[in-house]
């Protein structure tokens, strides 16, 4: 009997995109430290400030426009409905990147460090706005997640290799910069060089059709940068009430739980635009492979908690040494948290993005996040670092609930749970 060609392309798309997800941690863990011991904690210092310019430059230039792309690409059957898609967000694109460089021009200003290092700065304000117009969406939504992967590779390749043989002292912080930013010219350069057969240059700048998708893609924007948002919001509010000690001890642990959530995030590459395309086509198998990556979702989540509540310690000795006991202790109780999003994951990412309800969506991770934030504001003086665990174990856990609820009332979880379906 012959293989299924379907899966086994699924399988080998798994398998690529993993592996990268995994050459990423390598890369930084070559990196960080090359940084470190190089540039010193002075210029370090400037890179990290550069790059979190460069990481809201990119949040707000890219918008919701990703996912928004990659549920439309998915879809379009219509001859030159791709171009205009593929126009659509090159222009949203652009018009955003005429309201964010006065901002980040600004924000520099504002910034003493950055100011100081204005070549840094002004790098890594290209490079945020290069970073927006990554194709990973397009590629992603036209079910080649390898194409994503190998590019990402390449910039990864290129990066590394001209950061270790050219950035020398502490004074070439400003150079680290220059050369990210030139590794994701280069890529930019061949993700839009190989896919320029598939859109027409005459329908690329639309922009009554841009300014209409950066409207409709707000809900998503608020969707995508909530965690964002409320990580920092979380961090600064403990920091009004507990030590520095205790900031530093959540913010580990807040980290490690991050980096635990995103090992599910590379999965949706796969999966959410082939539900996408199902949802228009054949809704039941939608349904039937929403609840198969949601149980795979929820195994890989469950164990994620078990391993981070049962190994917590060691698992914290090992990746900051000495004297994070308390991350520890936080973790353990945070390791809930796991399973939790990976429902969240599945109900929002996998089933209500794909039927065009992230404006629900939006609400309920708004109204989970504010009541977390909340829970922080009762909690914060008494319990301190522990007092923000349970802050984001009680906005994660509301925002499950009011979408378990919203999902039962659209009727959503009665087909994802059907078994005849």
């Known amino acids: 009997m012959s293989a299924n060609p379907t899966a086994t392309r699924s399988s080998l798309d798994f398998a ?22 190089v540039l010193g904690m002075e210029g370090y210092a400037v890179v990290l400030s550069a790059l979190s310019l460069m990481n809201l430059v990119w949040i707000f230039n890219n918008w919701g426009l990703a996912p928004a792309g990659t549920r439309a690409i998915a879809t379009a059957s219509a001859p030159g409905q791709q171009s205009d898609i593929f126009g659509a967000q090159f222009s949203a694109r652009l018009l955003l990147t005429l309201l964010v460089v006065p901002g980040a021009l600004v924000a520099i200003q504002l910034s003493p460090l950055l100011a100081a290092n204005r070549w840094a700065a002004w790098a890594a304000m290209a490079l945020g706005v290069v970073s927006a117009f990554n194709l990973g969406w397009y590629y992603t939504g036209t ?25 020398r002292s502490p004074s070439d912080a400003d150079l680290a910069v220059f050369l990210m930013l030139l590794s994701a010219l280069t890529v930019s350069v061949i993700a839009y060089w190989s896919c320029r057969g598939e859109f027409r240059l005459d329908r690329l700048i639309q922009w009554r059709a841009g300014l209409q998708l950066i409207r409709s893609s707000g809900y998503l924007f608020l969707y995508i940068s909530n965690a964002i948002f409320v990580g920092a919001a979380l961090t600064y509010l403990l920091g009004l009430y507990a030590s520095a000690d205790m900031v530093g001890a959540y913010g580990a642990a807040d980290r490690l739980v991050a980096a635990g959530i995103s090992i599910m995030t590379p999965m949706g590459h796969i999966f ?10 054949h809704r039941d198998g939608a349904y039937r492979l929403s609840r198969r990556v949601g149980a795979l979702l929820l195994l890989v989540a469950t164990l994620g908690a078990a391993v981070s509540h049962w190994f917590a310690q060691p698992i914290v000795s090992l990746i900051f040494g000495p004297g994070f006991e308390q991350t520890a202790a936080l973790l353990q109780v945070m390791s809930v948290v796991f399973p939790i999003n990976a429902a969240i994951i599945v109900l929002g990412a996998y089933l209500f993005i794909p039927q065009h309800q992230e404006r629900t969506l939006a609400a309920v991770v708004i109204t989970g996040s504010a009541i977390g934030i909340g829970a922080l504001v009762l909690m914060g003086n008494t319990y301190q670092a522990m007092g923000a665990a349970y802050a984001r174990i009680t906005g994660d856990a509301i925002t499950l609930a009011l979408l378990l609820a919203f999902a039962w009332k659209n009727g959503i979880l009665q087909q994802l749970l059907s078994p005849r379906r």
Do not use: D, M, Q, W
């Open 16 to 37: 690529f995109v993993y592996a990268a997800y995994c050459l990423r941690y390598v890369y930084l863990l070559v990196l960080i430290p090359f940084y470190g011991r």
């Open 143 to 167: 079910h080649r997640p390898r194409t994503t992967v190998r590019l990402e590779v390449i910039g990864f390749v290129i990066n590394l290799s001209l950061i270790l043989a050219l950035v």
């Open 272 to 281: 959410i635009p082939k539900i996408t395309a199902l949802f228009a086509t």
